[in-house]
């Protein structure tokens, strides 16, 4: 019964990573061709269906792969907030644009657009009063915004967002990620990740990357997590 549940949880997992990837419904077949899985896959299906009654996964008609939940990527998330650690270094740009900076604006707004483009998502930073936002390219290039709606709804989520940034951070520091709709927040269908630094002179920052709810969560919580250390021994 261990295996099997186990097994569940693995494939679970790969569904989530292949979606992040491609933005389509994920089958049986393409699991069984892209991954070297000791089972048939029949096995593959049937597990498939236990997450889908289980809530992990929802399936548009009988003959198409099968998506992720939001139940599905918190359970994703909470594995790697759980086992977070800086192995990645996405970081080189923080000393350089430290060094080519002319002054604070020309340095966190480089900070931000840096954020964007190692993310591929939106990024905005909030620091001494001021609001940088970057990564509308990355942002648009998304599938999901290929809808005039979907970008209008992501405009007015990010408007209300600004508003009660503090809120969202209040009395915490460690990284936050809001999926969809939580008590918090109603994201609809975009997740946002936020996280508090604190500099050596006691000045307090706010990171966030917000996107479709098929974000790079791992890499993105964990350039997050990366940044925040670098900027925290500025």
Request: aromatic share 10%.
């Amino acid at each position: 019964m261990e295996k099997s549940i186990e097994r569940e949880k693995d494939i679970l997992n790969l569904v989530i990573q292949e979606y992040i990837k491609k933005a389509k419904p994920i089958s049986s077949e393409l699991l069984k061709k892209n991954y070297k899985l000791d089972v048939c896959s029949a096995t593959i299906r049937n597990d498939l269906h236990r997450l889908s009654e289980k809530g992990y996964l929802i399936q548009d008609y009988s003959s198409a792969g099968r998506v992720p939940t939001k139940k599905a990527y918190r359970l994703f998330v909470q594995e790697i907030l759980e086992d977070l650690e800086m192995k990645e270094n996405y970081l080189e740009f923080v000393e350089e644009i430290e060094r080519s900076a002319e002054d604070d604006f020309d340095f966190f707004s480089s900070i931000t657009r840096g954020l964007a483009n190692y993310s591929c998502s939106f990024a905005f930073s909030y620091f001494q009063d001021h609001l940088y936002k970057e990564g509308w390219k990355e942002i648009i290039e998304n599938p999901e915004f290929s809808q005039t709606e979907t970008l209008k709804e992501f405009l007015n989520i990010l408007e209300e967002i600004e508003k009660n940034i503090d809120e969202l951070t209040e009395g915490s520091t460690e990284i936050k990620v809001y999926i969809g709709k939580e008590k918090d927040i109603n994201l609809k269908n975009f997740s946002l990740i936020i996280g508090n630094t604190v500099f050596s002179d006691n000045k307090r920052g706010i990171l966030a990357l917000m996107g479709p709810e098929r974000m790079d969560y791992s890499r993105n919580i964990k350039i997050i997590n990366s940044l925040i250390k670098s900027l925290e021994k500025k």
